[in-house]
T-cell receptor, first 114, second 115 residues
Framework: QKEVEQDPGPLSVPEGAIVSLNCTYS??????FMWYRQYSRKGPELLMY????GNKEDGRFTAQVDKSSKYISLFIRDSQPSDSATYLC??????????????FGKGTKLSVKP | DAGVIQSPRHEVTEMGQEVTLRCKPI?????LFWYRQTMMRGLELLIY????????DSGMPEDRFSAKMPNASFSTLKIQPSEPRDSAVYFC?????????????FGSGTRLTVV
């Protein structure tokens, strides 16, 4: 079993739809959970960051972490064509003074149609 | 801040040639990471440095790959000799450790094609 699993999609939705993106993981030591957005031919950029469990909201984006189920989600409300990108989840332990390597999912390609 | 700067953006080379990828991290960042991205395997960590010292190179695929960080503002990833299976996008990323992992800042990548 891979440490981080993410459905590669592609996922196609109409403009204005609610999008749900998910990752599962196997390492119970993970404490830091992130979502990166990667536009075509660009580097990944940090979109959302969560420490431990719980929810975090930023505008149209909500990140959820359920450590008991080892499951994280990213919700996008009122999706826009500009949200079309690949979304990668990433997570790490990062304890004991160590940076902790970020382990990435393979990414889900999202397309929002006007 | 100009962000993480990588060069070249694109590189096409023939099998057997030496390839050198370059990275300038964000000033003040003490961690530098080299990743490789392919459709099949996603983002894979190759090596990372802390304060210019290589910490973990277990992701380097084989001896043909080497990386250096001679100072805090420059790192190179070298492939010698290159092979077609090395074709991928190579990303450099940097971060500053403050006691919590707030993620990395990535460069725009170098798209390497080995023919």
């Amino acid at each position: 079993q891979k440490e981080v699993e993410q459905d590669p999609g592609p996922l196609s939705v109409p403009e204005g739809a609610i999008v749900s993106l998910n990752c599962t993981y196997s390492n119970s030591a993970f404490q830091y959970f992130m979502w990166y957005r990667q536009y075509s031919r660009k580097g990944p950029e940090l979109l959302m960051y969560t420490y431990s469990s719980g929810n975090k909201e930023d505008g149209r984006f909500t990140a959820q972490v359920d450590k008991s189920s080892k499951y994280i989600s990213l919700f996008i409300r009122d999706s826009q064509p500009s949200d079309s990108a690949t979304y990668l989840c990433a997570m790490s332990g990062g304890y004991g003074g160590s940076q902790g390597n970020l382990i990435f999912g393979k990414g889900t390609k999202l397309s929002v149609k006007p | 801040d100009a962000g993480v700067i990588q060069s070249p953006r694109h590189e096409v080379t023939e099998m057997g040639q030496e390839v050198t990828l370059r990275c300038k991290p964000i000033s003040g960042h003490d961690y530098l990471f080299w990743y490789r991205q392919t459709m099949m395997r996603g983002l894979e960590l190759l090596i990372y440095f802390n304060n210019n010292v290589p910490i973990d190179d277990s992701g380097m695929p084989e001896d043909r790959f080497s990386a250096k960080m001679p100072n805090a503002s420059f790192s190179t990833l070298k492939i010698q000799p290159s092979e077609p299976r090395d074709s991928a996008v190579y990303f450099c990323a940097s971060s500053h450790w403050t006691g919590h992992n707030y993620g990395y800042t990535f460069g725009s990548g170098t798209r390497l094609t080995v023919v």
